[in-house]
């Protein structure tokens, strides 16, 4: 039986699934549909695709990105406020907990004006501030990063998804206006999608050995090293 806990902490896999995912597929299938169009047009060839697929290419692309920025928030909440809680920050160090429900909520609101932002030296800035605050954010106790094993590690993939994600929504006019621009977006996320693709292989692996709450004091005293308890 799950506990609440364990229902909360399965939020973030299941919104992944059934939210972040399609965005992906559609996206990638607007971004080929789009880029077949152009060739086609350039060499003055007839095609049946239709001339929104740029804009609806666009809009999904920007709820994707929002998507994976509040999903990734989503998931670094649990074991953040779990910590606050068994540390009892909320007593001992008041400002450790205020700091932290701040750089959530500057997060978020310099996602919203990044969306909002049309000129480049504000978009670049608050891509960078969305970019710390994610950061700042995950840098926080609690968080498992799986460090020893950066490489294949579902924290640092993921963040550099939505870093990605945060480039893509803050370099969109550009992307009109310039070739070499395109083809820079369109390297970066297929480094994204790839990326995207090994988010779904280490998050299974996570949710393996993250135990069920009333199991974590037993399984916590195994020795991890040697594979036994």
Known sequence: MLDAPDLLRLLHPFLAVTVVMPLI????????????????????????????????????GQWLSGAVVSLVLLGLAHPIFKTLSQENVWAEDLFRGVFVVAMYAFTLGALVLLYRSSSRVWRGTFA???????WLV???????RRGYE???????LGMTAA???????????????SKSWRLTHAALNTVAVLLFISQGIT??????????????????????????C
């Open 138 to 144: 995950g840098m926080q106790p609690g968080v498992f």
């Open 25 to 60: 597929g559609v996206a990638v299938y607007f971004a080929v549909q789009t880029r077949q169009r152009r060739l086609a047009v350039a060499d003055k060839a007839k095609t049946t695709i239709s001339p929104v697929v740029g804009k609806e290419h666009v809009r999904v």
């Open 163 to 177: 870093m990605l994600m945060i480039f893509a929504l803050a370099t969109l006019p550009e992307i009109y206006k």
């Open 128 to 134: 960078t501030l969305t970019g710390m605050g994610l």
């Open 150 to 156: 950066w490489p294949v590690s579902h924290f640092y």
């Open 203 to 228: 998050g299974v692996r996570d949710l393996l050995e993250i135990p069920l709450q009333w199991q974590e004091p037993f399984i916590y005293q195994c020795d991890f090293e040697n594979k036994s």
